[in-house]
């Protein structure tokens, strides 16, 4: 897997994000496992709980074009699109994650720069996951 370029996909990504309010800018890149990039990023709301983040915004972008099985996921952002440190997912993202990917093998890759990241993989962020097998 080319980290940087999906870093680099989740960094160019960034000045799309719609937040007006909070002026906190999030984007994310997440890697498909056919290989391809779903960009998202995060849409603010004027009713505060109608937002949604990066993370949610690109994986369900996939999701809706039939893509299930991904393989890593960049994330990144700041106050006013500004990166100045290492941008990790809410626990509402980490659980739709948990929903389409593999808790062991899945990567949350959280980067400053192409060059500077801290990667994680799902089960590290959310140990002791309900998931889709709970319900079989
Ligand atoms: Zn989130």
């Given at each position: 897997?080319?980290?940087?370029?999906?870093?680099?996909?989740?960094?160019?990504?960034?000045?799309?994000?719609?937040?007006?309010?909070?002026?906190?800018?999030?984007?994310?890149?997440?890697?498909?496992?056919?290989?391809?990039?779903?960009?998202?990023?995060?849409?603010?709301?004027?009713?505060?709980?109608?937002?949604?983040?990066?993370?949610r915004?690109?994986?369900?972008?996939?999701?809706?074009?039939?893509?299930?099985?991904?393989?890593?996921?960049?994330?990144?952002?700041?106050?006013?699109?500004?990166?100045?440190?290492?941008?990790?997912?809410?626990?509402?993202?980490?659980?739709v994650?948990?929903?389409?990917?593999?808790?062991?093998?899945?990567?949350?890759?959280?980067?400053?720069?192409?060059?500077?990241?801290?990667?994680?993989?799902?089960?590290?962020?959310?140990?002791?996951?309900?998931?889709?097998?709970?319900?079989?």
């Amino acid at each position: 897997m080319e980290k940087e370029k999906l870093i680099r996909a989740a960094i160019d990504n960034l000045p799309g994000a719609y937040a007006p309010y909070s002026h906190f800018q999030v984007s994310a890149a997440l890697l498909c496992r056919d290989g391809s990039i779903y960009t998202g990023f995060n849409i603010e709301n004027a009713a505060y709980s109608a937002a949604v983040c990066a993370e949610r915004s690109a994986i369900f972008r996939a999701v809706c074009d039939g893509k299930r099985e991904f393989e890593a996921i960049a994330v990144c952002g700041g106050k006013d699109g500004v990166i100045t440190d290492y941008c990790a997912p809410c626990g509402v993202c980490r659980q739709v994650m948990r929903e389409f990917c593999s808790p062991a093998d899945f990567l949350v890759i959280m980067a400053k720069s192409p060059e500077d990241y801290v990667e994680m993989t799902l089960k590290e962020l959310l140990p002791r996951s309900f998931g889709p097998e709970n319900l079989a």
